[in-house]
T-cell receptor, first 113, second 109 residues
Framework: EPEVTQTPSHQVTQMGQEVILRCVPI?????FYWYRQILGQKVEFLVS????????KSEIFDDQFSVERPDGSNFTLKIRSTKLEDSAMYFC???????????FGQGTRLTVV | RKEVEQDPGPFNVPEGATVAFNCTYS??????FFWYRQDCRKEPKLLMS???SGNEDGRFTAQLNRASQYISLLIRDSKLSDSATYLC??????????FGAGTILRVKS
Protein backbone atom coordinates (compact mmCIF):
# COMPACT_ATOMS: atom_id res chain seq x y z
CA GLU A 1 0.00 0.00 0.00
CA PRO A 2 1.47 3.39 -0.96
CA GLU A 3 2.43 5.57 1.98
CA VAL A 4 3.92 8.92 2.84
CA THR A 5 7.44 8.53 4.21
CA GLN A 6 9.29 11.02 6.36
CA THR A 7 12.92 11.26 7.36
CA PRO A 8 14.44 11.43 9.84
CA SER A 9 12.09 9.91 12.41
CA HIS A 10 13.78 11.91 15.15
CA GLN A 11 16.02 14.97 14.90
CA VAL A 12 17.77 16.70 17.76
CA THR A 13 19.18 20.13 17.01
CA GLN A 14 20.64 23.05 18.86
CA MET A 15 18.70 26.28 19.15
CA GLY A 16 19.52 28.59 16.27
CA GLN A 17 20.46 25.80 13.87
CA GLU A 18 18.72 25.16 10.57
CA VAL A 19 16.87 21.91 10.04
CA ILE A 20 15.37 20.32 6.97
CA LEU A 21 12.61 17.79 7.37
CA ARG A 22 12.05 15.54 4.41
CA CYS A 23 8.96 13.88 3.03
CA VAL A 24 8.21 11.64 0.09
CA PRO A 25 4.50 11.96 -0.67
CA ILE A 26 2.48 9.27 -2.41
CA UNK A 27 3.58 9.32 -6.03
CA UNK A 28 0.43 10.42 -7.87
CA UNK A 29 -0.68 12.93 -5.26
CA UNK A 30 -0.95 16.62 -6.09
CA UNK A 31 -1.63 18.25 -2.71
CA PHE A 32 1.01 18.43 -0.01
CA TYR A 33 0.87 19.64 3.54
CA TRP A 34 2.89 20.13 6.68
CA TYR A 35 1.31 19.95 10.11
CA ARG A 36 2.85 19.98 13.55
CA GLN A 37 1.79 18.65 16.94
CA ILE A 38 3.41 19.90 20.11
CA LEU A 39 3.41 17.16 22.75
CA GLY A 40 0.01 16.94 24.40
CA GLN A 41 -1.56 19.48 22.07
CA LYS A 42 -3.65 19.37 18.93
CA VAL A 43 -2.48 18.92 15.37
CA GLU A 44 -1.88 22.36 13.83
CA PHE A 45 -1.87 23.30 10.15
CA LEU A 46 1.32 24.90 8.88
CA VAL A 47 1.12 25.06 5.10
CA SER A 48 -0.52 23.57 2.02
CA UNK A 49 1.20 23.29 -1.36
CA UNK A 50 -0.31 22.71 -4.77
CA UNK A 51 0.94 23.17 -8.31
CA UNK A 52 4.39 24.07 -7.06
CA UNK A 53 3.30 26.90 -4.86
CA UNK A 54 1.95 27.58 -1.41
CA UNK A 55 -1.85 27.68 -1.46
CA UNK A 56 -2.41 28.48 2.21
CA LYS A 57 -0.27 29.04 5.29
CA SER A 58 -0.98 29.58 8.95
CA GLU A 59 0.26 32.28 11.34
CA ILE A 60 2.77 29.75 12.64
CA PHE A 61 4.40 29.56 9.21
CA ASP A 62 6.45 32.75 9.49
CA ASP A 63 9.65 33.77 7.72
CA GLN A 64 11.62 31.12 9.59
CA PHE A 65 9.78 28.42 7.66
CA SER A 66 9.95 27.50 4.01
CA VAL A 67 8.83 24.59 1.87
CA GLU A 68 10.26 23.24 -1.31
CA ARG A 69 9.62 20.49 -3.81
CA PRO A 70 13.16 20.21 -5.14
CA ASP A 71 12.41 17.32 -7.49
CA GLY A 72 9.44 15.23 -8.54
CA SER A 73 9.33 13.18 -5.37
CA ASN A 74 10.56 15.07 -2.31
CA PHE A 75 8.76 17.74 -0.29
CA THR A 76 10.80 19.50 2.37
CA LEU A 77 10.18 21.80 5.31
CA LYS A 78 13.05 24.03 6.36
CA ILE A 79 13.25 25.86 9.65
CA ARG A 80 16.03 28.44 9.38
CA SER A 81 16.83 29.24 12.98
CA THR A 82 15.17 26.82 15.35
CA LYS A 83 13.70 27.91 18.66
CA LEU A 84 12.92 25.80 21.72
CA GLU A 85 9.21 26.17 20.97
CA ASP A 86 9.70 24.54 17.56
CA SER A 87 10.06 21.22 19.37
CA ALA A 88 7.16 19.12 18.11
CA MET A 89 6.15 16.23 15.89
CA TYR A 90 6.03 17.39 12.29
CA PHE A 91 3.69 15.52 9.97
CA CYS A 92 3.76 15.61 6.21
CA UNK A 93 0.56 14.71 4.37
CA UNK A 94 -0.51 14.36 0.77
CA UNK A 95 -3.78 14.10 -1.12
CA UNK A 96 -4.80 12.97 -4.59
CA UNK A 97 -6.66 14.97 -7.23
CA UNK A 98 -9.98 14.51 -5.42
CA UNK A 99 -8.36 15.70 -2.18
CA UNK A 100 -10.99 13.84 -0.18
CA UNK A 101 -8.43 12.29 2.14
CA UNK A 102 -5.08 13.45 3.48
CA UNK A 103 -2.61 10.62 4.04
CA PHE A 104 -0.17 11.36 6.81
CA GLY A 105 3.41 10.25 7.19
CA GLN A 106 4.63 8.81 10.46
CA GLY A 107 6.14 12.12 11.47
CA THR A 108 9.51 13.57 12.42
CA ARG A 109 10.00 14.30 16.09
CA LEU A 110 12.04 17.51 16.30
CA THR A 111 13.72 18.29 19.59
CA VAL A 112 15.40 21.67 19.93
CA VAL A 113 17.84 21.92 22.82
CA ARG B 1 -14.17 30.53 20.19
CA LYS B 2 -12.15 27.50 19.12
CA GLU B 3 -12.46 26.59 15.45
CA VAL B 4 -13.21 22.94 16.21
CA GLU B 5 -14.28 22.03 19.70
CA GLN B 6 -14.43 18.56 21.26
CA ASP B 7 -14.91 17.15 24.73
CA PRO B 8 -11.39 15.94 25.63
CA GLY B 9 -12.68 13.04 27.74
CA PRO B 10 -11.36 10.57 28.61
CA PHE B 11 -14.28 8.32 27.97
CA ASN B 12 -13.71 5.09 29.89
CA VAL B 13 -16.08 2.38 28.67
CA PRO B 14 -16.30 -1.41 28.97
CA GLU B 15 -15.95 -3.65 25.96
CA GLY B 16 -19.21 -3.93 24.07
CA ALA B 17 -20.45 -0.49 25.09
CA THR B 18 -21.80 2.13 22.73
CA VAL B 19 -20.10 5.50 22.95
CA ALA B 20 -20.80 8.82 21.22
CA PHE B 21 -18.53 11.76 20.57
CA ASN B 22 -19.62 15.24 19.60
CA CYS B 23 -17.87 18.10 17.93
CA THR B 24 -18.80 21.66 16.98
CA TYR B 25 -17.13 23.90 14.43
CA SER B 26 -17.21 27.66 14.12
CA UNK B 27 -16.73 28.33 10.40
CA UNK B 28 -20.03 27.96 8.58
CA UNK B 29 -18.16 27.97 5.25
CA UNK B 30 -16.29 24.76 6.10
CA UNK B 31 -16.34 22.41 3.17
CA UNK B 32 -15.85 18.85 4.34
CA PHE B 33 -15.80 16.99 7.60
CA PHE B 34 -13.94 13.96 8.89
CA TRP B 35 -13.19 11.83 11.89
CA TYR B 36 -9.55 10.80 12.25
CA ARG B 37 -8.10 8.43 14.76
CA GLN B 38 -4.72 8.94 16.41
CA ASP B 39 -2.91 6.35 18.47
CA CYS B 40 -0.34 7.49 21.02
CA ARG B 41 2.66 9.18 19.33
CA LYS B 42 1.44 8.08 15.88
CA GLU B 43 0.14 9.93 12.86
CA PRO B 44 -3.57 10.72 12.41
CA LYS B 45 -5.41 8.23 10.21
CA LEU B 46 -8.71 8.80 8.48
CA LEU B 47 -11.54 6.90 10.13
CA MET B 48 -14.37 8.20 7.99
CA SER B 49 -15.73 11.18 6.14
CA UNK B 50 -18.92 12.75 7.45
CA UNK B 51 -21.93 13.60 5.28
CA UNK B 52 -25.17 15.41 5.99
CA SER B 53 -27.10 12.31 5.12
CA GLY B 54 -25.17 10.38 7.74
CA ASN B 55 -22.90 7.48 6.95
CA GLU B 56 -22.07 4.18 8.51
CA ASP B 57 -18.99 1.98 8.29
CA GLY B 58 -19.40 -1.21 10.27
CA ARG B 59 -19.64 -0.29 13.96
CA PHE B 60 -19.04 3.41 13.25
CA THR B 61 -21.72 5.95 12.37
CA ALA B 62 -21.04 9.60 11.64
CA GLN B 63 -23.50 12.44 11.33
CA LEU B 64 -23.28 16.07 10.27
CA ASN B 65 -25.75 18.84 11.10
CA ARG B 66 -24.73 21.90 9.07
CA ALA B 67 -27.41 24.13 10.56
CA SER B 68 -26.10 23.51 14.08
CA GLN B 69 -22.47 23.14 12.93
CA TYR B 70 -22.30 19.89 14.80
CA ILE B 71 -20.65 16.57 13.99
CA SER B 72 -21.03 13.28 15.81
CA LEU B 73 -19.43 9.85 15.89
CA LEU B 74 -21.09 6.77 17.33
CA ILE B 75 -19.12 3.61 18.06
CA ARG B 76 -21.12 0.46 18.75
CA ASP B 77 -19.85 -2.71 20.40
CA SER B 78 -16.57 -1.11 21.48
CA LYS B 79 -13.41 -3.20 21.19
CA LEU B 80 -10.17 -2.87 23.14
CA SER B 81 -8.54 -1.89 19.86
CA ASP B 82 -10.82 1.15 19.59
CA SER B 83 -8.83 2.82 22.40
CA ALA B 84 -7.32 5.92 20.82
CA THR B 85 -7.83 9.65 20.45
CA TYR B 86 -10.59 10.59 18.02
CA LEU B 87 -10.04 13.79 16.12
CA CYS B 88 -12.82 15.86 14.62
CA UNK B 89 -11.45 17.51 11.48
CA UNK B 90 -12.85 20.19 9.20
CA UNK B 91 -11.61 21.09 5.72
CA UNK B 92 -11.54 24.81 5.05
CA UNK B 93 -10.72 27.01 2.10
CA UNK B 94 -7.15 26.59 0.89
CA UNK B 95 -7.16 22.85 1.54
CA UNK B 96 -6.54 23.51 5.19
CA UNK B 97 -7.51 20.76 7.61
CA UNK B 98 -8.43 22.15 11.02
CA PHE B 99 -8.19 19.65 13.85
CA GLY B 100 -10.00 19.52 17.12
CA ALA B 101 -7.94 18.70 20.18
CA GLY B 102 -9.35 15.18 20.22
CA THR B 103 -11.44 12.98 22.48
CA ILE B 104 -9.67 10.18 24.34
CA LEU B 105 -11.41 6.81 24.37
CA ARG B 106 -10.29 4.01 26.66
CA VAL B 107 -12.04 0.68 26.26
CA LYS B 108 -11.49 -1.71 29.15
CA SER B 109 -12.10 -5.43 29.45
Amino acid sequence: EPEVTQTPSHQVTQMGQEVILRCVPISNHLYFYWYRQILGQKVEFLVSFYNNEISEKSEIFDDQFSVERPDGSNFTLKIRSTKLEDSAMYFCASGDISNTEAFFGQGTRLTVV
Amino acid sequence: RKEVEQDPGPFNVPEGATVAFNCTYSNSASQSFFWYRQDCRKEPKLLMSVYSSGNEDGRFTAQLNRASQYISLLIRDSKLSDSATYLCVVLEYGNKLVFGAGTILRVKS
